[in-house]
């Protein structure tokens, strides 16, 4: 009977990454050789180092956890504690007095001031400013509030003081510097050479040919009254400056 040959195929080593021949005594061979050793070695250490990684990232995320829950738990109390005190009435929290706790915005209120105060977070609130600020700098913008009110005050107090001591002065010559020349040097005054010589030139204009009348439309007689208007308001609020007529 004729025998056959049969191969016997490769054995693959996972820690070595290479192909042994596939009968007992080659592979006896290679495990009990160095460098297979140190490869097993090698791999059984670095599976340790990343089992203790994973049980440390463990720990730390459960210690973790616990902290959270813990300021969790305080944060709680205190805030238990704060809301029982402010339906008890209690002012302890108050920086001061006159504080009154307002119900409906859930902080303290000074009606002298108009300061708002929270006792969580220790910050005042003005509306002036509009934000949330420091005791300093909330007590300042609220005197600057204040002196600006009786700066404001005060010039409105003085003022009838003028009204009241005007017409005391009764005749006699102007208490000022009396203003000899108008105020536009362009505008000519009443009596003057210029005024005159402007009335000899008008005169000596040539009349117009035809005697037809000029249709003036509704827009340019509105704007002749507005410019004679405006014309004689000038001449009424530069007659006291010429020192033609007398205040009294």
Same mark, same amino acid.
């Given at each position: 009977?004729?025998?056959?040959? /049969?191969?016997?195929?490769?054995?693959?080593?996972?820690?070595?990454?290479?192909?042994?021949?596939?009968? =007992?005594?080659?592979?006896?061979?290679?495990?009990?050789?160095?460098?297979?050793?140190?490869?097993?070695?090698?791999?059984?250490?670095?599976?340790?180092?990343?089992?203790?990684?994973?049980?440390?990232?463990?720990?730390?995320?459960?210690?973790? *956890?616990?902290?959270?829950?813990?300021?969790?738990?305080?944060? @709680?109390?205190?805030? *238990?504690?704060?809301?029982?005190?402010?339906?008890?009435?209690? $002012?302890?929290?108050?920086?001061?007095?006159?504080?009154?706790?307002?119900?409906?915005?859930?902080?303290?209120?000074?009606?002298? $001031?108009?300061?708002? @105060?929270?006792?969580?977070?220790?910050?005042?609130?003005?509306?002036? *400013?509009?934000?949330?600020?420091?005791?300093?700098? !909330?007590?300042?913008?609220? $005197?600057?509030?204040?002196?600006?009110?009786?700066?404001?005050?005060?010039?409105?107090?003085?003022?009838?003081?003028?009204?009241?001591?005007?017409?005391?002065?009764?005749?006699?010559? !102007?208490?000022?510097? /009396? /203003?000899?020349? =108008?105020?536009?040097?362009?505008?000519?005054?009443?009596?003057?050479?210029?005024?005159?010589?402007?009335?000899?030139?008008?005169?000596?204009?040539?009349?117009?040919?035809?005697?037809?009348?000029?249709?003036?439309?509704?827009?340019?007689?509105?704007? *002749?009254? !507005?410019?004679?208007?405006?014309?004689?308001?000038?001449?009424?609020?530069?007659?006291?400056?010429?020192?033609?007529?007398?205040? @009294?």
């Amino acid at each position: 009977m004729t025998e056959y040959w /049969v191969s016997q195929g490769n054995k693959w080593c996972d820690f070595c990454k290479i192909f042994i021949s596939n009968n =007992p005594f080659s592979i006896r061979t290679h495990e009990l050789g160095k460098r297979h050793k140190d490869n097993v070695t090698k791999r059984l250490a670095t599976m340790q180092k990343e089992s203790d990684a994973k049980d440390k990232e463990q720990q730390q995320a459960a210690r973790a *956890l616990q902290q959270i829950e813990a300021k969790a738990k305080k944060s @709680y109390q205190k805030d *238990l504690e704060n809301s029982q005190r402010n339906v008890d009435g209690d $002012t302890s929290a108050a920086p001061g007095d006159g504080w009154v706790f307002d119900s409906t915005s859930g902080y303290y209120y000074d009606k002298s $001031t108009g300061l708002y @105060y929270d006792s969580n977070s220790g910050f005042y609130y003005s509306d002036g *400013l509009g934000k949330w600020v420091t005791q300093e700098e !909330a007590y300042k913008s609220v $005197t600057t509030s204040t002196t600006n009110v009786g700066q404001s005050s005060t010039s409105q107090t003085k003022a009838p003081a003028s009204d009241t001591t005007a017409p005391t002065i009764k005749g006699g010559p !102007a208490p000022g510097r /009396v /203003v000899t020349k =108008p105020l536009n040097p362009m505008r000519p005054i009443k009596g003057t050479s210029s005024s005159s010589s402007a009335v000899a030139v008008t005169a000596n204009k040539r009349k117009r040919e035809d005697n037809k009348p000029k249709v003036v439309s509704k827009e340019e007689e509105a704007a *002749l009254k !507005a410019r004679e208007a405006a014309r004689k308001r000038m001449e009424e609020r530069e007659k006291p400056l010429m020192g033609l007529y007398k205040s @009294y």
